[in-house]
């Protein structure tokens, strides 16, 4: 679990280009993640869930939870690799999120963007469903790639893609 007391996480795994998460992962509005340049999130427990929620940022409120190259420099994004034989409504919820400056796609389903090499975590498995609002791509290669992930369902509403380097979805 990630708050405001956490905040900003900073993150450059020493071993590999991505820090896994087995166990899932929530965060708390207003939560900043800055990640080294050329490094990666990854979602890899086997139904894992992820709760991504911030909030419109008010007097009360403390803002959307922003996922940002460390000083402004590219990383890869977030990979979403462990399948679920059971139930995966609802199971990655992002609101008020910001993602802003990958190399690949800010969100991606079913591998480590694109990488099925030997050791890499990957399924062509459902991932889980996807529920997102409030939502903005900024400079980034490609806001959601599903290369696989077989029956995962994505829901995005209120959204904003900008400054896209390649299609915005895949």
């Not at 679990?1 to 905040?7: F, G, I, K, R, V």
């Not at 919820?93 to 990957?122: E, M």
Request: aromatic share 8%; hydrophobic share 35%.
């Amino acid at each position: 679990n990630y708050t405001m007391l956490d905040s900003p996480v900073r993150i450059d795994p020493s071993v590999g280009d991505y820090l896994s998460f087995q166990a899932g992962m929530n965060v708390a509005p207003g939560v900043v993640f800055q990640v080294a340049n050329g490094k990666g999130i990854s979602i890899d427990g086997s139904c894992s869930e992820v709760s991504i929620v911030g909030n419109e940022l008010t007097t009360e409120g403390n803002g959307s939870v922003t996922f940002e190259g460390v000083n402004g420099q590219d990383w890869l994004g977030i990979a979403f690799t462990g399948h679920c034989a059971g139930s995966t409504d609802n199971r990655h919820l992002l609101s008020y999120v910001d993602i802003k400056n990958t190399s690949k796609a800010a969100i991606s389903a079913g591998s480590r963007h694109g990488n099925h090499a030997a050791g890499q975590p990957f399924t062509s498995a459902n991932v889980g469903n996807f529920s997102m609002d409030h939502i903005t791509f900024d400079n980034v290669a490609k806001a959601f790639s599903h290369g696989s992930g077989d029956g995962t369902v994505v829901t995005m509403s209120d959204f904003t893609i900008s400054n896209a380097k390649d299609s915005c979805l895949d």
